[in-house]
């Protein structure tokens, strides 16, 4: 189909798009998004292909490594059709894999960006040559090759290559806009480009997260998520007052359809609004290329992998490469409660796909802070002092005797109790030997609760827990006994030469929490020391826990394990400091789990691991964001020592044995009578994984190049040439990425 054909179907849509979307007004492109740094001519560009215009995909969708940096372009699961250089310019590179993007294209551009087309079935005739030539000279079907500007010129308009279902995926042409430093851009900024949609997006929940060790989202340290109500007319409703103290990020879960696509696609833009003030803009114009793990960043890690939903972050981390959120500052999108007006507050996110249909969700806040007082028993009475009695709406007194289950409650409110600040509560007839203290202010947001023992209780102490979680930024630790604290506990943190307290709160009669952040200059053994009283009864518990920090703008190394482990690092390792744990694991293999998990990091770390001995088909391994990949085959030697570089994220380090050969299946020589005979086979390897580049094929000594799909680990050739007729030999020899090799022979005749 030709581009002015496509036209003329499609404009009764886009005539229909006109009138039911929202159009890209300046509100829609503020002066300060990443568009305004995009420096390439939009109108230039023509559409991809003669497929048609149904997308599958979106810019900027989820992937689990990556950012999608592109659109795909539906092909109705055929292949075959024609696919068009959008600009002028010249082949800067084509790369051909057994996965991935299968072949593909960069075409280069006068002002510095390319256009990138994926999953190709072939080429046109002058660059299939040009690949097959280099192919037989590697002997090899993966290759990867790059041109100077004067060597394949190309013309807009100009068909390069075919659609196809090369590498990973059904059928489908994924084509991308980079810039001059092969970061992605947005295709569908395009003057030219669009999908057919008039169905706005789905929102399906948001999410609320503290993001500070004081911070609060209903009263806990938590993130909570929220559904939302359809209110009709693109409309949302969050039906539960949040309330929040300290530093908080807002998240949102959302899906979009188009016309004549079954696919859920992504969105465009957000925009957070509290109390009808834009307050934070996402948009989508751009994202990163080379560091396109720190997609990682934008969605909510600990949400997903605790199977709580897919949550786009309506706040950046800081710092980070991401460029497409407004204002351009640290801690974009964070709301700090302490800036505004204590009290009731609104908000509103509007999320808008790439055809300007929006949807709003909608909700109420309660910004605040719980109300404070201390809490003493002196001369027969119970003293509760508050700094600021004109915010607390009334004080839950809950009353008992030692030895009952159940608390009498009395809800008080400052006056006619209160003198000055102080609520005295008499004991003169000692009618209780328990209080527990709640104060709730205005907004119904309650104060931890805070316990005093006039009379103490004598008993066992039964166990005492103190227990640690390591948050990205502190540390969350929890006192747990299975009987009262009769005095509230106190813990102190050891870090080297340092020795400092740590605030505790109580959650329950029997139950304390807090955080601390651990100190930046000091990598070793934190030693957790608490000091309780248990039904009358002194206690001590101890944890002890080993932390290294590693901090930007700093090189050195981190030794584990007695110099089994060694992680080096450099000044452009980590965005921010990270406090390294190390787990090993008891097994017959040697294993390390680096943590948090979900750290996403900067740069590189090396690591180096030192086995108990050298041993045929030993490989150092690692597992992050992927399933596994090998970081360093063994050399051999005596000490066994493995090294290799760690990118994206932290993960898991293990040394494996892998010395059995990769496999080949299921070989098949087709019409072996005729003159152009062919063969089929599959290969796989369970362990490292099959090196394709190392993937030879010979017909009597002469290599032949396969196709080969690394996604259904097949196969195929057919003769280019007729073959002598009599006997002839096919010779197949594979490796693995451990070098481990295996050959397969198989004699045929042509007659």
Same mark, same amino acid.
């Given at each position: 189909m030709s581009r002015a054909i496509r036209n003329i179907l499609t404009a009764p849509i886009i005539a229909l798009l006109a009138t039911a979307t929202v159009a890209r007004t300046p509100e829609n492109?503020?002066?300060?998004?990443?568009h305004e740094s995009?420096?390439?001519?939009?109108?230039?560009?023509?559409?991809?292909?003669?497929?048609g215009n149904i997308g599958t995909s979106t810019f900027g969708e989820f992937r689990r490594t990556h950012f999608h940096g592109g659109i795909d372009i539906s092909t109705g699961n055929t292949t075959g059709f024609r696919v068009f250089a959008v600009r002028d310019g010249y082949l800067a590179r084509i790369r051909v894999s057994p996965t991935g993007y299968g072949k593909m294209l960069y075409v280069r551009h006068a002002d510095g960006y390319y256009s990138t087309y994926a999953h190709l079935s072939h080429f046109n005739a002058t660059i299939d040559a040009r690949v097959a030539r280099e192919q037989q000279h590697q002997e090899s079907f993966p290759v990867d090759l790059q041109f100077n500007p004067n060597e394949i010129p190309v013309r807009k308009g100009e068909v390069i290559a075919y659609t196809g279902d090369t590498g990973v995926g059904t059928p489908h042409l994924h084509f991308e806009i980079r810039d001059e430093n092969l970061d992605p851009i947005n295709p569908l900024l395009c003057t030219e480009f669009s999908f057919p949609d008039i169905i706005a997006p789905t929102i399906k929940r948001i999410a609320v997260s503290p993001l500070g060790e004081r911070s609060t989202v209903n009263g806990t340290s938590f993130a909570h998520t929220f559904s939302v109500r359809s209110m009709g007319k693109r409309k949302y409703k969050v039906s539960e007052t949040i309330q929040l103290t300290g530093e908080i990020g807002f998240g949102i879960s959302v899906i979009d359809l188009a016309n004549r696509s079954r696919f859920k696609q992504g969105v465009y833009s957000h925009k957070l609004y509290i109390d009808d003030k834009l307050f934070c803009t996402v948009q989508l114009d751009r994202v990163p290329g080379k560091n396109a793990h720190e997609i990682g960043l934008y969605y909510d890690g600990n949400l997903l992998d605790h199977g709580r939903g897919r949550f786009e972050k309506?706040?950046?981390?800081?710092?980070?490469?991401?460029?497409?959120?407004?204002?351009?500052?640290?801690?974009?999108?964070?709301?700090?409660?302490?800036?505004l007006p204590e009290g009731p507050h609104t908000f509103s996110i509007v999320s808008t796909d790439f055809n300007g249909n929006s949807s709003e969700v909608t909700g109420k806040l309660i910004l605040n802070h719980p109300p404070h007082f201390e809490m003493e028993h002196a001369a027969n009475e119970v003293k509760l002092t508050f700094p600021d009695i004109d915010k607390v709406h009334k004080v839950l007194m809950y009353t008992k005797k030692n030895g009952n289950e159940n608390w009498n409650l009395k809800t008080m409110t400052p006056i006619p109790y209160a003198e000055g600040n102080v609520i005295r509560i008499p004991d003169t007839k000692q009618q209780f030997d328990i209080v527990k203290v709640v104060a709730e202010n205005a907004w119904g947001t309650r104060s931890l609760p805070q316990f005093l023992f006039l009379r103490k209780p004598t008993g066992g102490t039964g166990t005492v827990k103190l227990e640690h979680e390591l948050e990205a930024d502190f540390v969350r630790l929890s006192l747990h006994a299975q009987h009262p604290f009769t005095e509230a506990p106190k813990v102190i943190v050891y870090e080297g030469n340092s020795k400092r307290s740590i605030s505790l709160t109580a959650i329950d009669i029997n139950h304390y929490v807090g955080t601390f952040r651990p100190l930046e200059s000091? $990598?070793?053994?934190r030693r957790l020391v608490a000091d309780a009283e248990v039904n009358s009864t002194k206690i001590t518990a101890l944890d002890e826990f080993d932390l290294y920090p590693i901090n930007p703008g700093t090189s050195g190394s981190l030794s584990f394990d007695g110099g089994k482990l060694v992680i080096g690092y450099d000044s452009t390792s980590v965005f921010k400091t990270v406090f390294m744990q190390v787990e090993k694991h008891q097994g017959l293999e040697l294993r390390y789990s680096l943590l948090p998990e979900n750290t996403i990091l900067r740069g590189e770390l090396r690591a180096t691991v030192t086995a108990d001995r050298a041993r045929p088909g030993q490989g150092?391994?690692?597992s992050g964001l992927s399933n $596994?990949?090998?970081?360093?085959?063994?050399?051999g030697g005596a000490t066994a020592i493995l090294s290799g570089i760690i990118t994206r994220t932290l993960g898991e380090l293990s040394v494996k044995i892998d010395d059995t050969p990769p496999g080949i299946f299921r070989l098949s020589i087709n019409s072996p009578s005729s003159r152009?005979?062919?063969?089929?086979?599959r290969c796989g390897d369970n362990f490292s994984g099959v090196e394709y580049k190392e993937l030879k094929t010979y017909i009597d000594d002469v290599a032949v190049i396969p196709e080969v799909d690394g996604e259904h680990h097949k196969a195929t050739y057919t003769a280019t040439r007729p073959l002598e007729r009599g006997s002839h030999r096919l010779t197949i020899r594979i490796k693995d990425k451990m070098g481990n090799s295996n050959v397969v022979e198989r004699k045929f005749s042509v007659r």
């Open positions: 492109h503020p002066a300060s998004s990443s995009i420096n390439t001519d939009f109108s230039d560009y023509i559409w991809p292909t003669d497929a309506l706040y950046a981390e800081s710092p980070s490469s991401l460029t497409f959120y407004t204002p351009k500052k640290e801690k974009s999108g964070v709301l700090k409660t302490r800036d000091f $990598g070793g053994t150092l391994f690692f $596994g990949e090998l970081l360093d085959p063994s050399t152009r005979p062919g063969f089929s086979f």
